[in-house]
C-alpha cells in the first residue's frame, strides 16, 4: 500500500524528521563527502565516508550528533540504491537510542534490511516491543512496521500480540500502521485468517478517516468473500469516503464497487435494447394473440427503484470526480461504468477528459480505458473530439490510442472533421502510425454507410503511395470494403488486382490474391494471368502467399478449367514437397477436392464449386477494445487484455435484490437527531416539537446531502432520487402533515410550558431556534430534554415537579451545601445525604443515563503540597463526588491546609494557574489566618474538560511564598454518577462498540458483594439492576460533556469478565485497567 511508506509517515515529523530532510550527498573530487542537510547539527566536511569503518564508528560514538549525521548519510545511501547490509549490526544498535530522531530513522533503515538480516534483527525484538509502548506515536508505529517486516514464522505469535495492542491504540496513525501490518501477517501464516477477521471486524467500525482505507485494504487482502463484514460499515464508508486519503480512497472505491454488484440489481436491466418510438397499435393487422401477449409482457415489466443506498453511493462517490488524483477520478470512472444508471455515465466524460493532460504514462492508461467506454458509448465522448487530435510530440501508443477512439466517436456529423485529419495523419512518417491511420479509415467507412465511397476512392489513391508500408496497409483494408458491395466496386477490384506483381509485402499480396479468387468470375480474363505470375514465383513467397496461390488456382480450376488446369496442377506439385507442413497438407485436400485420383467424381468433388466458391460474410471492422469489455474497468487485465496475478473478475449483477435491511444500524440517540420518520408515531407535544427542530436542520444543512443517509438507516427503504410518481405524493402528503402540525406549533410550546417542568431552562424552545451549535451537536442533549419532561396527568391538579435525577443540583437540599470555607468539623455536610438516594431509588428510569447523588464517597486523600516543601503548610485534596454549585460541569475538590509550623500563616490563596486547553477551575480560597496545629478546609471547582491531564496553580502564602501544586485527577473520579434501566443498558451497549469498547478478563475469587463494594469506592458510579447475579452493571456519564459511560463485571469460575463501553476511548481503557487493579486487590 502507497500509504505505508515511510517517506509519507515522517514528512510531519518536524524540521529534523526523515521526510523534511534533503538526502542529496555528494562525493567531492577529494573522496569527501558533503551532505546537505538542515538539520540541528552542523554539515560534515572533509571526512573520509568510502569505508564503512567511518560510519561504523560514527554509530558507535557516544555524541547524538554524530550519530544521527551517520544515520542520515545511511538512509541516504539507501534511498540512491547503495547496499548497506554491512552496516546493519552498527544501526540495529542505536535501535535503543533515546534520540526519538536517530530512532525514526533507525526504525527506516530497519524496515529496509529486516528481511535480509533476519537472525539480528530477532536480537532486537524485545526493544521492538518496548518501543510499541513509548509515548511517541511515530516510534510505535514505526515499530510495529518493523517488527511486521521480519519475515520470520517463530514471531507470528509476538507480531498478532502487537497487532492486537495496536488495533487499541489511542493514535490513530498507530491503528492504521496495525491495519497495514494485517495482511504481512496473514501472508506468513494464513492459518491465523480466523483472528485477523476479529481484529479486521473491529477496526472497520472505527469512525476516523486515517484507518479507513488501510482497514479496507486489509480486508481485501484477507477475506474479501465476507461480504457480511461490510454490511453495518457500508453507509459509515460512503460518508467517510471524501474525507479519507487518496489512495484509502482507491481501495474503498474498488471494494463498493464489488460489493454494488453483489448488493444491488442492475439500474439499466429494465431498459430494453431497442424500443420503437411509437406504440404498434397503430398496425391494425396484428391479431388479437399478439396483442394479449404484448399485454401480459408489459404488466410483467416493472418499473426499477433504485435502493437508497445505492444512490447514496453514486452521490457521494460524484464530487471525487474533481480529485487531483488520476487514479481517484479512475475508480469514480469504473465506478460509476459498472453500476451506474446508463443515463447518468456521462458525468464521468469532462473529468477523464481533463486527466488527458497529464503525463504519457497517465495518458496511456486513461485512453485505453476511453477506448473502451467508447466502443460502448460513442455519443458520451463525441463533444470533446479534439481533445483526441493527435499532437506532433505523442508517442506512439498515444497516437494509436487516440485514433482508435476517434473512428469509436465518429459519426455522420464529425466525419469529414475526423477525414481532415486522417488525411494528415496518413504522411506521417511513422509507419506504424501511418499503417494504424489506414485501418482507422476503413472502420469509419464501415461503419458510417455514407462515405464508404469516399473512403475506397481515397484508399485506392493510396496505392500510388510511395512508403510500401501504406500501400500494403492500403491494400488490405480495401479489400475488406470490397467484401461490402463486391458488383458495385468491379473496376475497383480490376484495380487492385493490376497490382500483384507491384506489392511485395506478403500480407497485401495475400490480399490481393484472395480478392482476385474469391470474384474471378468479376474479372475472367485478368484472373489468370494473374495466377500464371504467381505460379513463377511460388517457392520464393511468403507461406501466407502460397496459401493464397494454391487457394486461387484451384477457384480457376473449378470456374475456369480450360486456362487453369495446367497452372492448378503444377502449383499443387510444387506445394506437394514444400518445407511448411501446413502448405504440403493444404496441397492434399485441394487436390483430393479438385483433382480426385481415380478421376471419378466423388460425393466431396460433386460440389467442389459450391464450396470454394461460396459466398463468405464480410469482414467485421471493428475496435479490438470491444474484446476487453470482459475485464473491470482501470484494472490491470484490462491495460494487458489479459488475466493478471490475482485478478478477481467482478460478479454479475443479482436477479432479485437482496435484503436491503442487513445495512441498517440500529439508530444511536447519542449521536444522531431524532429522525423525520418518527413523527406519526409520537405523541402531540413530542411531534410538535419534533418538527420545529427538523425545519431548523433542513434550513441549515439540507435534506438532500445530509439527510438521505439518515433517511436510509431508519427506513431502509429503496427509493430513488430519480422524481417518481411514488416520491412526488409521499412528499405532498409529508408536506400538508407538516403544515397541519406548524399551524398548533405555538399552541402546543404553550401548552407544554404550562404543563411541564423542565429540569435545565437553559435549553429551552427559544434557544433550540436560535442557538445554531446546541442544535448540532450529537443527540444526548435532545434525548436528555426529552427525558426531562414529566407529564402530568390531564385530571390531576396541576403541580410542578421538578426531575431530581436529571438535576445536576439538589435544589431541595440547597441549604445542605456546604460553603465555600468551612472548617473541618464540618467535613460531614459533604457525605450523600439520606433523602437523596431515596429520591433517586424512588426514580423511573428510561433509556438515557440520569445523573443522581453519589452512592459512596471516597474519604481517602492525595497530598497536594509536602509541609517539608511548604515551610510547615500542607495541604491535601480529595474528590467529593458532586458537581460543584456554580457549575455542573466541574468536580468539587475539597483542599485541606494544616498548619505544623509554630507560627500562624496568614493570607493563604490560590495564585496563577497553568491549565491545559479547555480545563477551568474556579477558586475563590482566601484564608485569612491559620493558626499554629490547625486545619481548614476550602472547596473548589475543577472541569478536567474529560482528560487526565493535571490541573496545576500555585498556593500562596502572604505576598512572598509561592508552591507550584497540582491535583492530578483520577478516572474513577472523572465520572459522574448515573442510573438507567437494564434494558436501556443493554441497549446503549450494543451501540457502544468496536473502538469504544474495552473487554479484559482478571482471576479473582472474592464475593459478589465485595467486587461492588470495591468498584464503587474506586469510581463514582451508580449500580444497575441486573437479571443476571453473576453480572454487575454499572452506568456513569462524565462531568464535563456528559457522554455515558458503562460498566459490566462478569464474574464466572473464578475469573471476571470486565467490559467498559465509552465514546471517549482514553477514559474507556483507564477505567478498565482501574477496575482490573481494584478487582484483584479484593
Known amino acids: ?424 495523419y496518413v504522411s506521417s512518417s511513422d509507419q506504424d502510425f501511418a499503417a494504424a491511420t489506414i485501418q482507422a479509415i476503413g472502420r469509419v467507412a464501415y461503419n458510417i454507410s455514407g462515405v464508404t465511397e469516399t473512403c475506397l476512392h481515397g484508399l485506392m489513391n493510396l496505392l500510388s503511395h510511395k512508403n510500401e508500408a501504406v500501400v500494403a496497409e492500403s491494400v488490405v483494408v480495401t479489400k475488406k470494403l470490397l467484401q461490402l458491395q463486391p458488383k458495385e466496386n468491379k473496376d475497383l477490384i480490376r484495380q487492385v488486382a493490376k497490382l500483384a506483381d507491384k506489392v511485395q509485402v506478403p500480407s497485401a499480396k495475400a490480399s490481393v490474391l484472395w480478392l482476385v479468387g474469391e470474384y474471378c468470375n468479376l474479372v475472367p480474363k485478368i484472373a489468370p494471368d494473374v495466377l500464371r505470375k504467381a505460379a513463377k514465383n511460388f517457392c520464393n513467397e511468403d507461406d501466407s502467399v502460397k496459401l493464397q496461390i494454391m487457394n486461387l488456382s484451384t477457384k480457376l480450376l473449378v470456374t475456369n478449367p480450360k486456362q487453369s488446369q495446367l497452372l492448378c496442377q503444377y502449383v499443387l506439385n510444387l506445394a506437394k514437397y514444400d518445407q511448411n507442413y501446413d502448405i504440403r497438407d493444404r496441397a492434399r485436400f485441394l487436390r483430393q477436392l479438385t483433382m480426385p485420383d481415380d478421376e471419378e467424381e466423388t460425393a466431396l468433388s460433386k460440389y467442389a464449386k459450391k464450396i470454394l466458391m461460396a459466398s463468405k460474410p464480410a469482414s467485421v471492422l471493428e475496435s479490438h477494445f470491444k474484446s476487453r469489455v470482459r475485464w473491470q474497468l482501470g484494472s490491470l487485465s484490462h491495460f494487458i487484455n489479459a488475466e493478471a496475478s490475482g485478478y478477481n473478475s467482478l460478479p454479475e449483477f443479482p436477479e432479485e435484490a437482496p435484503d436491503p435491511s442487513v445495512r441498517d444500524v440500529e439508530d444511536d440517540k447519542f449521536y444522531s437527531r431524532p429522525k423525520s420518520s418518527d413523527k406519526k408515531k409520537k405523541s402531540f407535544f413530542d411531534s410538535s416539537e419534533e418538527s420545529g427542530s427538523d425545519e431548523f436542520y433542513s434550513s441549515i444543512s439540507g435534506t438532500d446531502e445530509s439527510g438521505s443517509e439518515d433517511e436510509s438507516d431508519s427506513d431502509g427503504s429503496s427509493v430513488s432520487e430519480d422524481g417518481s410518481e411514488q416520491d412526488s405524493e409521499e412528499d405532498s402528503e409529508e408536506d400538508s402533515d407538516e403544515e397541519e402540525e406548524t399551524s398548533s406549533e405555538e399552541d402546543a410550546l404553550e401548552n407544554l410550558r404550562k404543563h411541564y417542568v423542565k429540569a435545565k431552562p437553559t435549553h429551552d424552545d427559544s434557544d433550540e431556534e436560535t442557538t445554531t451549535s446546541e442544535e448540532e451537536e450529537s443527540d444526548e442533549e435532545s434525548e436528555s430534554d426529552s427525558a426531562d419532561i414529566i407529564p402530568a396527568k390531564s385530571k390531576a391538579p396541576k403541580k410542578e415537579t421538578t426531575n431530581k435525577s436529571s438535576s445536576l443540583i439538589d435544589f431541595d437540599n440547597w441549604e445542605e451545601q456546604p460553603a465555600s470555607i468551612v472548617t473541618s468539623q464540618q467535613s460531614d455536610m459533604l457525605k450523600p445525604l439520606q433523602s437523596d438516594k431515596a429520591v433517586a431509588s424512588n426514580q423511573s428510569f428510561g433509556n438515557t443515563i440520569n445523573p443522581v447523588a453519589p452512592v459512596s464517597v471516597c474519604e481517602e486523600t492525595s497530598e497536594l503540597l509536602n509541609r517539608i516543601s511548604g515551610n510547615g503548610l500542607g495541604a491535601t485534596y480529595r474528590f467529593l463526588r458532586k458537581p460543584y454549585l456554580s457549575s455542573d460541569k466541574m468536580i468539587a475538590v475539597e483542599l485541606t491546609f494544616h498548619n505544623t509550623s509554630g507560627s500562624s500563616m496568614t493570607g493563604i490563596t490560590i495564585g496563577t494557574m497553568q491549565l491545559p486547553s479547555g480545563m477551568k477551575v474556579e477558586a475563590n480560597v482566601m484564608l485569612s489566618q491559620l493558626v499554629s496545629g490547625g486545619s481548614m478546609t476550602a472547596i473548589v471547582g475543577i472541569d478536567f474538560n474529560d482528560t487526565l491531564q493535571p490541573a496545576k496553580f500555585d498556593i500562596c502564602v502572604g505576598s512572598d511564598r509561592k508552591y507550584r501544586v497540582k491535583i492530578e485527577p483520577v478516572v474513577g473520579e472523572l465520572l459522574q454518577c448515573g442510573n438507567i434501566s437494564e434494558s436501556g443498558f443493554n441497549a446503549l451497549q450494543d451501540k457502544l462498540t468496536g473502538m469504544h469498547e474495552n473487554i479484559s478478563k482478571t482471576p479473582t475469587v472474592a464475593a459478589i458483594k465485595d467486587i461492588s463494594a470495591a468498584i464503587m469506592n474506586a469510581a463514582n458510579m451508580h449500580p444497575v439492576q441486573s437479571s443476571d447475579e453473576s453480572c454487575l452493571k454499572f452506568a456513569a456519564c462524565t462531568f464535563s460533556e456528559k457522554v455515558p459511560v458503562l460498566l459490566s463485571v462478569k464474574v464466572k469460575e473464578s475469573n471476571a469478565t470486565i467490559t467498559s463501553n465509552c465514546e471517549k476511548i482514553v477514559i474507556g481503557s483507564m477505567l478498565m485497567k482501574l477496575v482490573k487493579e481494584c478487582i484483584s486487590k479484593v
Open 1 to 424: 500500500m502507497a500509504s505505508g511508506g515511510y517517506n509519507a509517515s515522517y514528512e510531519d515529523s518536524g524540521p529534523t524528521g526523515f521526510g523534511n530532510e534533503s538526502m542529496d550527498d555528494s562525493i567531492s573530487a577529494n573522496g569527501t563527502k558533503s551532505t546537505g542537510y538542515s538539520g540541528d547539527s552542523a554539515p560534515l566536511v572533509g571526512i573520509d565516508y568510502k569505508r564503512n569503518e567511518e560510519l561504523s564508528n560514527m554509530l558507535d560514538s557516544s555524541k547524538d550528533g554524530l550519530k544521527l549525521d551517520a544515520m542520515k548519510i545511511v538512509i541516504g545511501m539507501i534511498a540512491k540504491g547503495r547496499d548497506c547490509t554491512n552496516l546493519f549490526p552498527a544501526v540495529v544498535k542505536n535501535v535503543v537510542s533515546k534520540n526519538p530522531e536517530i530512532k525514526k530513522l533507525v526504525f527506516v533503515y530497519l524496515v529496509r534490511y529486516a528481511e535480509e538480516q533476519q537472525d539480528l534483527a530477532l536480537l532486537s525484538i524485545s526493544t521492538f516491543q518496548k518501543s510499541l509502548k513509548d509515548p511517541n506515536q511515530l516510534i510505535r508505529a514505526s515499530a510495529l512496521r518493523v517488527l511486521s517486516s521480519i519475515r520470520v514464522p517463530i514471531i507470528v505469535p509476538i507480531m498478532m500480540l502487537a497487532i492486537k495492542d495496536c488495533v487499541m491504540d489511542m493514535s490513530p496513525y498507530v491503528r492504521k500502521t496495525a491495519a497495514n501490518a494485517i495482511p504481512k501477517l496473514y501472508s506468513l501464516d494464513p492459518e491465523q485468517k480466523e483472528p485477523l477477521i476479529e481484529i479486521i471486524e473491529k477496526l472497520l467500525k472505527d469512525q476516523t478517516t486515517l484507518v479507513a482505507g488501510s482497514v479496507v485494504m486489509a480486508f481485501e487482502l484477507v477475506c474479501p468473500e465476507r461480504i457480511d463484514l461490510i454490511h453495518k460499515n457500508y453507509r459509515k464508508l460512503c460518508n467517510l469516503l471524501v474525507d479519507v486519503d487518496e489512495w484509502g480512497q482507491v481501495t474503498i472505491l474498488n471494494m463498493l464497487t464489488r460489493y454494488a454488484r453483489t448488493q444491488f440489481i442492475d439500474p439499466n436491466q429494465s431498459e430494453p435494447e431497442t424500443e420503437k418510438f411509437y406504440d404498434d397499435e397503430e398496425d391494425e393487422d396484428e391479431d388479437e394473440d399478439s396483442d394479449g401477449d404484448d399485454t401480459t409482457k408489459k404488466q410483467k415489466k416493472k418499473a426499477y427503484v433504485m435502493d437508497s443506498d445505492h444512490r447514496l453511493l453514486l452521490r457521494v462517490t460524484k464530487p471525487l470526480l474533481q480529485s487531483r488524483n488520476a487514479s481517484v477520478v479512475m475508480s469514480v470512472a469504473q465506478l460509476y461504468h459498472h453500476i451506474a444508471p446508463r443515463n447518468e455515465v456521462n458525468i464521468i466524460a469532462r473529468p477523464l477528459i481533463r486527466l488527458l493532460k497529464g503525463h504519457y504514462e497517465v495518458q496511456s492508461i486513461v485512453l485505453s480505458n476511453i477506448a473502451t467506454l467508447s466502443a460502448e458509448r460513442p455519443s458520451m465522448f463525441e463533444p470533446y473530439l479534439k481533445s483526441f487530435f493527435v499532437r506532433s510530440n505523442d508517442p506512439t501508443h498515444v497516437r494509436l490510442l487516440k485514433l482508435d477512439i476517434m473512428a469509436n466517436i465518429a459519426s455522420e456529423t464529425s466525419i469529414h472533421t475526423i477525414l481532415r485529419e486522417f488525411r494528415a
